[in-house]
């Protein structure tokens, strides 16, 4: 069946994350992003497409910092909290009722409860009539020791990673699957081997 070009969130599932922000005169702000990417394997690097009317892209060029929180199904409840539009004076974290956490290399704080948390630094932005591409770099990754494994996964039967899919009507919310099938990096190279993979060994984490 052929649907209209702009459906893509129909097709493609998105991950649901909230970002965290503050503005110059230190009121906290949280939204909920779903346009987020990660730049390539090993980049330190995020993409984050935003409507130019956001609280969270005023903060972000004024402050250049934002924190990408990854939350599981257990935060699903805090989605429409933190999407409503409220004046831009008022706190987020108190009005969608989350307890923050202190970031290590930004002002912005996280959020309590979600499964990891992007500290980033604004790189640049890529700014187009209708959007801006927020491209962010990020100074400090950290992930509940719970839900990560020796080998650097992320167990997802733990942390289950909110999602999302559209439809004509809304958000249908959702978590991905283990499907128990694993291949190496180095099985995409003829020589077997991951051209990256000192990158991952050079410390345990
Ligand atoms: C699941 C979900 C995902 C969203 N993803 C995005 C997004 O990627 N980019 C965007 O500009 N707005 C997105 N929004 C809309 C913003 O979260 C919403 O407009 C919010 O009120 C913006 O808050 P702010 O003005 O405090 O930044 C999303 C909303 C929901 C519910």
């Not at 202190?102 to 630094?121: H, L, Q, T």
Request: hydrophobic letters at 40%.
């Amino acid at each position: 069946m052929e649907i209209k070009p702009f459906k893509r969130e129909s097709v493609m599932p998105l991950p649901v994350t909230f970002i965290s922000t503050v503005s110059k005169s230190g009121v906290r702000n949280i939204a909920p992003y779903g346009c987020v990417m990660p730049v390539l394997r090993p980049l330190d690097l995020v993409c984050v497409a935003t409507a130019k009317r956001r609280d969270t892209m005023d903060n972000i060029r004024k402050t250049g910092e934002f924190v990408i929180n990854l939350p599981g199904e257990n935060l699903s409840d805090k989605v429409i909290p933190t999407a409503k539009a409220i004046p831009s004076d008022a706190d987020e974290f108190e009005f969608a009722g989350l307890e923050s956490r202190p970031s290590k290399k930004v002002k912005a704080p996280g959020i309590k409860g979600c499964y990891a948390w992007m500290e980033c630094e604004l790189v640049k932005l890529y700014e187009e009539t209708s959007y801006i591409l927020i491209m962010g770099k990020v100074v400090h990754l950290e992930i509940a020791d719970e839900v990560y494994e020796q080998n650097g996964y992320c167990n997802v039967k733990k942390a289950r990673p909110l999602m999302m899919m559209g439809s004509d009507t809304g958000m249908h919310f959702c978590t991905i699957e283990e499907l128990d099938r694993f291949e190496p990096f180095g099985a995409m190279f003829s020589d077997g081997k991951d051209p990256l993979a000192k990158m991952y060994t050079k410390d345990k984490r």
